[in-house]
């Protein structure tokens, strides 16, 4: 999509949307007086288009220093954002990481941290696709593609900072998950199977990490338009030409449409996902929602993570992990 300079500038003025004056806010819908982020270090993956793009200008104007990385370096995108960058003096620097690729976000890591001189403060795991199809037209090929990028590459990533973020007593993870990390819409491949992976290693790394200072929050943003519904249709379309019959013939409606979504339905603000972003970061450390529900419309999730944080409390808050349980929903 194309950038709105002007809305970012409002943004940064006026942003830190999800910093809530309560918890109760914090955990939903959320808005706050501006904030500054200086003196923190973010790497964001995914940054070629989309939330991780506009969320790597917005919290660069907010005074971050950020790591933008997106994979297959040099592309268009990267030199568009260096040069922005560049003319208005942000501290933007451009990263080269696939998270498909243990060496990959390994490398990138360590380059961020070495020009960060120590470890980063805030990973951003924004990479992620999306493959539509019935689940049974959804080849091993598509099926690895996804889990590899939108599971394991955040598992990668997790692994890269957290050594460093645990020397340095702190530190915080935000995951882009969704709504359907929680829900399940038919037809719509292995993309709720990744969320939902997705969701539980974050939320079993959030009680982990307490003893390490360390938070994770899961955005779990609604339907908006950015460019992932373009890089959808040509996966979804590359798994439609090597689709074998015997799969394909039980769904021809289905099958049909695969390749022809574009978002057009959509009109929320990709910037809300970015403000919802910044505002985790400027929000105090061990008051931070678990989830965050990101979305003007619909938010058919929300009783779902109340009652998930109702069971898991419950069961395990009296045990020997309780003080790891509250630490996550209490906060």
Known sequence: ??????????GAAATASLVAGTRAMAADEGSSPAVSLAGK????????SGFGRLAAELLARQGARVFASMRGLPRPEGFELAEIARMDRLAIAIIGIDVSSD????????????????????????AGIGITSPIEVQDMEATRLMFETNVFGPHRMA??????????????????SSQLGRVITPYSGHYSATKFALEAMSEQLAYELVPHNIDVSIIEPGGYPTRVWVNRNAYSVALKERADAKYTDGYPQQVAQMGKEDG?????????VAHAISGLI????????????????????VPINEVTAKVQSEWLGNSPYGPLIRAVHDS
């Open 103 to 126: 060496e990959s976000c390994a490398r990138g890591v360590e380059m961020a941290m070495e020009m960060n001189d120590g470890p980063i403060d805030v990973l951003v795991n924004n």
């Open 41 to 48: 270090s973010v790497l964001i993956t995914g940054c070629s």
């Open 264 to 272: 057009s339905g959509r009109r929320n603000d990709p910037m809300d």
């Open 1 to 10: 999509m194309t950038l709105d300079r002007r809305t970012l500038l409002a």
């Open 282 to 301: 400027a929000q105090a450390p061990g008051t931070r929602p678990l989830r965050l529900p990101v979305s003007p419309g619909n938010k058919p999730q």
């Open 159 to 176: 692994r890269a900072v957290l050594p460093g973020m645990r020397q340095k007593g702190a530190g915080q993870i935000i995951q882009i």
